[in-house]
């Protein structure tokens, strides 16, 4: 088994609480008849000798998504989904926090939303703009206020 995580995390970038779910699945896959394996332990061991680290697996993935424009909200659900504990967590949702404009202009500028539309939008438009930037993580206030936008210069100045 320890073999197998090894393996495991060599090829991915993980936490101890996927590192589990995933020996564990591998267990109930094999039809494991052996005595029974605390795959816990094995998780823990590797978190011990620095092959399983959640709190940078939290900032790397938090930076990650942040790069692509995605918000605190989108995040925290990403971490929560790799099993990434809420203290390992804080430390890099406070960087997510303190750029959350510059994180939501860079997906409405993916996106083409606000000032980043190529065209004009009218206000269904604007309506699933906003949608979409609040599927993305961000704030209702930052999001309705870069889908009325004119001007990128406009949020930059504020």
């Keep these: 088994m320890e073999a197998l995580a090894l393996r495991y995390v060599e090829r991915f970038a993980t936490t101890q609480g996927k590192l589990s779910d995933y020996l564990r699945r591998k267990i109930r896959e094999r039809g494991w008849q052996g005595e029974a ?28 998504l942040a790069r692509r424009g995605y918000g605190e909200r989108r995040i925290t659900v990403a971490l929560h989904a790799a099993r990434v504990g809420a203290a390992d967590a804080e430390g890099a ?9 510059d994180h939501a ?41 870069i889908v009325r936008l004119t001007d990128a210069d406009d949020a930059i100045d504020d």
């Design 105 to 145: 202009l860079a997906f409405a500028r993916r996106k083409r939303i606000g000032p980043f539309a190529t065209q004009p939008v009218d206000e269904d438009q604007h309506r699933r703009q906003l949608a979409a930037m609040l599927r993305a993580g961000h704030s209702f206030t930052i999001s309705a206020k």
């Design 37 to 64: 394996i605390e795959v816990t332990e094995i998780a823990a061991r590797f978190a011990e000798l620095g092959y399983v680290d959640d709190r940078g697996y939290a900032e790397m993935k938090s930076a990650s």
């Design 93 to 101: 949702l406070d960087q997510v926090r303190d750029g959350a404009l």
